[in-house]
């Protein structure tokens, strides 16, 4: 299979939101695989992104996910190659054709990505999606330099490559052929039925098939190929240690690997394996065997294992048989080890039954019988079903008491187990770490650690916290914040499970969240955004290109009245304090283009000013205004004009006779210039709200704000609210003598601020030309809205400190270690004997009561097994989380007794078996999606200890095993 790129359609006028879901999740819930239908890759995020699109009925939403985009999910777009280990629901989501076509019509592709059409393939026992084809290298034996790689599901049969072959390498038709599989390994397998599929065929990605062509005189190139040959002569230079040899991880197989260890170490099953007591026991007609394939690779797996010639083997073939008969093992996704174990043991024990037909037993309760009449008959109807070396060697029986609520009736059973999976104390606190941002300007973050309740919410953290800062909890905002945005923000009801231990979770203080008379409180999630030097200004971009986002956001209640420019400007400059250094006294103010009338001397003079930025000229000086007025407010916010006191409170001329005398030609009125009571220059315009068309607009396309001046007043400032959509400038005055007009000037910023959605990007819709500021504050909207601090990056360089911004201090509970929680597997084995109630998914039918009831259960051993595997359930899932508990389990290395925990006393002649020595340990550290597992085992023949990773080996001391830092998942008793 060959993933095509294919053009990417026009995207065509969707249906409404709601109808879109409807019709997605109707094709989700209702379609069924079919052999041989396509389905298609999605991106998981931009389909949640779509689904919380579609469900806020809002069009013109900041959720609109834009095209489709697969990227994420290629490794090389060039080569249209999947990236490794895609995990499904986490990294990508599959949908049928119908519904992959309706969105692609909808919301069109990005570039030229291809689609990522997968057929679904009939599986053993499973209908699946074939997300990985098998890829392969083709190459001719006479010419094996000369490999193509190609892709094959894993139902094609083996005619189907030897064709492609034929086809690549132009082989004549009435060329009689025959294929080789290669491994990785270098050891060949010939291909002798071209009929069977990939699958049975065991080819898997990675391997080379081989095409040979016979010889004019009847022979073969090769009888056995030379790098069969070669492989043979490399094992038989080597001779080592048997037992002691790693295994190759095929792509996320530790966990395999890892298992099979325990089990090549366990004596009594790897001596019955090297003495072919198995060929004996095959069982090829057991419906709920493997026909008898698993045997067989196991079988071959440990005769190289203790071959004493392999350094490491490597388990390809064994690996394919697994992924064969057990579907989830497909793939190369990281699994549970206790499930591949369980999966191995069935499945060994099923192709070596010795009992060829199985009867039908009826199974009896107890009935008040004494307890070893009742076991002795569960054991015996157990072995007339179940007859193999696995029951010999790992089943033991335990003894079941259910007692009903309602009646009191008890019912004892005897049930067989093959390993003892025994739960963990559960501790019910968790250390959280995070980030307090004070509502301080000027103190740093502080980072604490917090003891919480493990099942708690939110707000139980945000009560935490109180208690360290004596900052109110319901003045606390808890966000997730990663690559310079808030990836999320938490609802303090939402549980604390879903914040993972690796987030970067930051608590933000703010001012009391309160609605008043007069105004109400919003909160702002502010970003912080860098211009690039080849940004497009111009006042038709609609987009962020060339903006990227920098240092950390943050999350500010402000008064609604208070979110105008210059409002939030003098906010956010203020809340910047720590790291943002105030303009410099000659920066604050600058000038403007100047509009003058005729004559080289006036545009000389013009561009002189026009390239004036910094400081006050003296010109400038010589039209300082006297005092602030009104008129001087309501022109503010344009950030460039000519300041205007009030001349005996009269306005010389109208706007419209300026505007005569500039079409005139005319010289400007010598009076319009004259010298104030205080001995200054002034210029008086004839009406201060006056817009000039001329300077309607900065030079960047951007107004230019302004903060306001030590003084004034918060009257004025409401005065000057109102005018933020009807933005106004005074007439520029004219100047005396050598210049028509004094200098337009403006204070200078230092940063824009504009409206953008949740990843910091523009809003859809919004343009960026600074001549409006709006947010939406309905109740349909989300509690926050977002805007980001547009730097220039000379700006940028100049006044802000990256230095001092990413600085924070550690608060005296980070340096508290808290110690990890260590128990002996005696109280393990305590906790799994110790009385529950069932849950309600899974009640006992009471037989007289005549229903389902909630009884209580109780376990205890009655014999164990020649081995003993004990698995300890480190890993906890449930509907609201799951998680991996890092609890230390101690035990003993020799004579671990269990005698106080078997209800059948040991007998003279030692049976049940109630003393074990340790043989091998499975280990796991890491997370739930990025661990790793390794094993320790003591071998057999020259009873020394080895730690296995992988194909890694390496001698190991006792004294290792006890005090590894590695977490315990099964221990291997004998």
């Known amino acids: 299979m060959i993933m095509a790129a294919i053009a990417t359609p026009q995207a065509a006028e969707p249906p409404g939101l709601e109808t879109q879901r409807r019709q997605i999740e109707a094709l989700l819930q209702n379609y069924e695989l079919r052999a041989g239908e396509s389905w298609y890759l999605l991106e998981q995020r931009w389909f949640e992104q779509w689904s919380e699109y579609v469900k806020s009925g809002d069009q013109n939403?900041?959720?609109?996910?834009?095209?489709?985009?697969?990227?994420?999910?290629?490794?090389?777009?060039?080569?249209?190659?999947?990236?490794?280990?895609?995990?499904?629901?986490?990294?990508?989501?599959?949908?049928?054709?119908?519904?992959?076509?309706?969105?692609?019509?909808?919301?069109?592709?990005?570039?030229?990505?291809?689609?990522?059409?997968?057929?679904?393939?009939?599986?053993?026992?499973?209908?699946?999606?074939?997300?990985?084809?098998?890829?392969?290298?083709?190459?001719?034996?006479?010419?094996?330099?000369?490999?193509?790689?190609?892709?094959?599901?894993?139902?094609?049969?083996?005619?189907?490559?030897?064709?492609?072959?034929?086809?690549?390498?132009?082989?004549?038709?009435?060329?009689?052929?025959?294929?080789?599989?290669?491994?990785?390994?270098?050891?060949?397998e010939r291909l002798r039925n071209v009929h069977a599929s990939v699958l049975d065929s065991c080819l898997s990605s990675g391997m080379t098939v081989i095409m040979e062509m016979r010889n004019a005189d009847g022979t073969w190139p090769s009888s056995r190929p030379q790098i069969m040959r070669n492989s043979m002569e490399e094992q038989e230079s080597y001779r080592g240690q048997p037992g002691v040899c790693g295994l190759t991880n095929l792509g996320n197989t530790c966990f395999m690997n890892s298992a099979l260890q325990c089990l090549s170490n366990t004596p009594p099953l790897t001596e019955y394996f090297l003495q072919n007591a198995y060929l004996e026991e095959l069982n090829f007609s057991n419906p709920l065997g493997m026909k008898g394939e698993i045997a067989e690779a196991y079988a071959d797996v440990i005769k190289q294992m203790w071959s004493g010639?392999?350094?490491?083997?490597?388990?390809?073939?064994?690996?394919?048989?697994?992924?064969?008969?057990?579907?989830?093992?497909?793939?190369?996704?990281?699994?549970?080890?206790?499930?591949?174990?369980?999966?191995?043991?069935?499945?060994?024990?099923?192709?070596?039954?010795?009992?060829?037909?199985?009867?039908?037993?009826?199974?009896?309760?107890?009935?008040?019988?004494?307890?070893?009449?009742?076991?002795?008959?569960?054991?015996?109807?157990?072995?007339?079903?179940?007859?193999?070396?696995?029951?010999?060697?790992?089943?033991?029986?335990?003894?079941?008491?259910?007692?009903?609520?309602?009646?009191?009736?008890?019912?004892?059973?005897?049930?067989?187990?093959?390993?003892?999976?025994?739960?963990?104390?559960?501790?019910?606190?968790?250390?959280?770490?995070?980030?307090?941002?004070?509502?301080?300007?000027?103190?740093?973050?502080?980072?604490?650690?917090?003891?919480?309740?493990?099942?708690?919410?939110?707000?139980?953290?945000?009560?935490?916290?109180?208690?360290?800062?004596?900052?109110?909890?319901?003045?606390?905002?808890?966000?997730?914040?990663?690559?310079?945005?808030?990836?999320?923000?938490?609802?303090?009801?939402?549980?604390?499970?879903?914040?993972?231990?690796?987030?970067?979770?930051?608590?933000?203080?703010?001012?009391?969240?309160?609605?008043?008379?007069?105004?109400?409180?919003?909160?702002?999630?502010?970003?912080?955004?860098?211009?690039?030097?080849?940004?497009?200004?111009?006042?038709?971009?609609?987009?962020?290109?060339?903006?990227?986002?920098?240092?950390?956001?943050?999350?500010?209640?402000?008064?609604?009245?208070?979110?105008?420019?210059?409002?939030?400007?003098?906010?956010?400059?203020?809340?910047?304090?720590?790291?943002?250094?105030?303009?410099?006294?000659?920066?604050?103010?600058?000038?403007?283009?100047?509009?003058?009338?005729?004559?080289?001397?006036?545009?000389?003079?013009?561009?002189?000013?026009?390239?004036?930025?910094?400081?006050?000229?003296?010109?400038?000086?010589?039209?300082?205004?006297?005092?602030?007025?009104?008129?001087?407010?309501?022109?503010?916010?344009?950030?460039?004009?000519?300041?205007?006191?009030?001349?005996?409170?009269?306005?010389?001329?109208?706007?419209?006779?300026?505007?005569?005398?500039?079409e005139a030609g005319s010289d400007p009125d010598p009076e319009r210039c004259s010298s104030s009571e205080e001995g200054q220059s002034v210029c008086s315009s004839g009406d201060a709200n006056t817009q000039d068309p001329a300077d309607e607009e900065t030079a960047d396309g951007q107004r230019a704000s302004e903060t306001k001046e030590e003084g004034d007043q918060s009257t004025q400032q409401e005065e000057d609210d109102e005018q933020l959509e009807m933005p106004v400038r005074a007439k520029p005055c004219k100047r005396p003598a050598a210049r028509k007009c004094c200098p337009l000037k403006r204070r200078k910023t230092l940063f824009t601020i504009q409206a953008v959605n949740a990843n910091g990007t523009t809003e859809r819709g919004m343009g960026e030309d600074g001549n409006a500021l709006s947010f939406c504050f309905s109740s349909s909207q989300p509690a926050q809205s977002y805007v980001a601090i547009d730097w220039d990056p000379d700006m940028k360089k100049k006044y802000y400190n990256e230095n001092e911004a990413e600085k924070y201090v550690k608060d005296h509970s980070m340096e508290v270690v808290y110690q990890q929680t260590t128990v002996q597997l005696q109280e393990c084995i305590e906790l799994f004997t110790t009385v529950e109630t069932l849950e309600e998914e899974n009640p006992w039918y009471c037989p007289v009561c005549k229903k389902h009831q909630l009884a209580t259960k109780k376990l205890d051993l009655w014999s164990l097994p020649e081995v003993l595997i004990i698995h300890l359930k480190r890993f906890s899932y449930t509907k609201y989380s799951r998680e991996k508990l890092d609890t230390i389990v101690d035990f003993p290395l020799r004579n671990l007794d269990f005698s106080d925990y078997l209800l059948k006393k040991t007998g003279v002649n030692g049976e049940p078996p109630s003393r074990y020595d340790l043989i091998a340990v499975s280990n796991h550290y890491g997370g739930l999606r990025d661990g790793h597992y390794t094993s320790y085992a003591r071998n057999k023949d020259n009873g020394q200890w080895y730690y296995f990773d992988d194909s890694k080996v390496t001698d190991a001391k006792e004294e290792q095993i006890v005090v590894s830092s590695e977490f315990r998942t099964h221990l291997m008793l004998h």
Request: charged share 30%; aromatic share 8%.
């Open 61 to 188: 939403s900041s959720l609109f996910p834009g095209p489709i985009d697969n990227s994420e999910l290629f490794d090389e777009l060039e080569s249209c190659h999947l990236k490794d280990c895609l995990v499904e629901n986490e990294d990508f989501t599959l949908i049928p054709a119908e519904a992959w076509h309706k969105l692609l019509s909808w919301y069109g592709q990005v570039g030229d990505q291809p689609a990522l059409e997968r057929k679904v393939v009939d599986l053993p026992s499973t209908l699946k999606v074939e997300v990985y084809p098998v890829e392969v290298f083709l190459c001719l034996h006479s010419n094996m330099d000369n490999a193509v790689t190609v892709q094959f599901s894993r139902v094609d049969t083996i005619q189907t490559i030897q064709k492609r072959m034929r086809a690549e390498f132009e082989v004549p038709d009435n060329a009689e052929t025959r294929l080789w599989m290669k491994s990785s390994d270098t050891s060949c």
């Open 309 to 662: 010639r392999h350094f490491s083997v490597v388990p390809r073939v064994f690996k394919t048989k697994v992924g064969h008969f057990a579907s989830q093992f497909l793939g190369y996704q990281q699994h549970d080890s206790q499930e591949l174990l369980s999966f191995l043991l069935d499945g060994l024990h099923e192709d070596l039954n010795r009992v060829k037909n199985k009867e039908y037993i009826e199974l009896r309760d107890a009935e008040g019988r004494p307890d070893q009449e009742v076991a002795e008959e569960a054991w015996r109807n157990h072995r007339r079903r179940n007859d193999s070396v696995i029951v010999d060697t790992f089943h033991g029986l335990f003894k079941s008491t259910l007692v009903c609520p309602e009646c009191r009736k008890v019912s004892v059973t005897f049930d067989p187990f093959c390993y003892l999976s025994v739960p963990l104390p559960v501790s019910k606190e968790r250390v959280m770490e995070v980030f307090f941002v004070s509502l301080d300007p000027v103190a740093k973050p502080i980072q604490h650690r917090l003891v919480v309740p493990k099942a708690g919410r939110v707000f139980d953290l945000c009560v935490a916290l109180s208690l360290a800062t004596g900052v109110s909890a319901d003045q606390m905002m808890v966000a997730d914040v990663f690559n310079h945005r808030f990836y999320k923000i938490y609802h303090t009801d939402e549980f604390l499970s879903s914040i993972l231990d690796r987030d970067d979770i930051f608590v933000y203080e703010l001012s009391c969240v309160s609605v008043e008379e007069d105004g109400e409180e919003v909160v702002l999630a502010v970003y912080m955004r860098e211009h690039g030097h080849y940004r497009d200004y111009g006042p038709s971009s609609t987009s962020s290109y060339g903006t990227s986002l920098f240092g950390h956001p943050l999350l500010m209640s402000v008064r609604r009245e208070q979110c105008t420019r210059d409002g939030l400007y003098d906010l956010f400059l203020q809340r910047l304090a720590r790291y943002v250094r105030p303009l410099d006294p000659s920066d604050e103010m600058e000038e403007e283009d100047e509009v003058a009338e005729g004559g080289e001397d006036e545009e000389e003079e013009e561009e002189l000013y026009r390239t004036q930025t910094n400081g006050v000229s003296e010109a400038e000086e010589e039209c300082e205004t006297s005092g602030p007025s009104k008129s001087d407010e309501n022109s503010r916010h344009e950030g460039s004009r000519c300041d205007q006191v009030q001349n005996n409170g009269q306005q010389d001329a109208s706007d419209a006779e300026e505007r005569a005398e500039e």
